[in-house]
């Protein structure tokens, strides 16, 4: 028995008995099962053929969500070590990012990224980013990235020096 799966189906007894304090809870325990797989949303949009994705958010960010079904796709983190010019791997299509994680991992802004990555923005998905429940949203932009790796990149960095990890 956990806020994110509770013994009584909180939103139904709210709604039953018109209690104020079960209506509180019951918003806090909606919140609690977001927080718990925030990229769903996003997850739900990836194309088909996505099993390598690349992933450069925030450090303090997680790709955990992008990996469900479990065990159905590859996460490469970009961009480490940071300042790098360790740019997405040829062999990748797909990549999410955020403009905070290609400030941390890069210091370029997200045009500039995309430029020197061969890549075009598919989706933006806005992630709420304020963990309290009750308070207004703060919400960042999450981007789909479509990559093209037969394109020439002049900035690309000397064979050898692409140093992603590779998360399963």
């Known amino acids: 028995m956990m806020p994110v799966r509770p013994l009584v189906p909180m939103q139904?007894?709210?709604?039953?008995?018109?209690?104020?304090a079960l209506e509180k809870l019951a918003e806090q325990y909606g919140f609690w099962a977001w927080l718990r797989d925030n990229l769903a949303p996003l997850r739900e949009q990836l194309p088909p053929d996505a099993a390598r994705l690349g992933?450069?958010?925030?450090l303090r960010d997680t790709p955990y969500g992008l990996f469900s079904p479990l065990g159905s796709r590859t996460v490469v983190e970009l961009g480490l070590p940071l300042g790098g010019l360790s740019f997405p791997?040829?062999?990748?299509?797909?990549?999410v990012v955020t403009e905070r994680g290609l400030q941390e991992r890069y210091q370029l802004d997200l045009q500039t990224w995309l430029a020197r990555a061969a890549g075009d923005i598919i989706l933006t998905y806005p992630l709420n980013v304020n963990l309290e429940s009750h308070s207004a949203p703060k919400y960042e932009s999450w981007y789909?990235?479509?990559l093209h790796p037969s394109a020439p990149n002049p900035f690309d960095a000397p064979h050898g020096t692409n140093r992603s990890i590779i998360l399963r």
């Open 89 to 95: 791997p040829p062999d990748l299509k797909y990549a």
């Open 144 to 146: 789909l990235v479509k």
């Open 12 to 20: 139904t007894a709210a709604r039953v008995t018109h209690v104020h």
């Open 55 to 58: 992933y450069a958010a925030g």
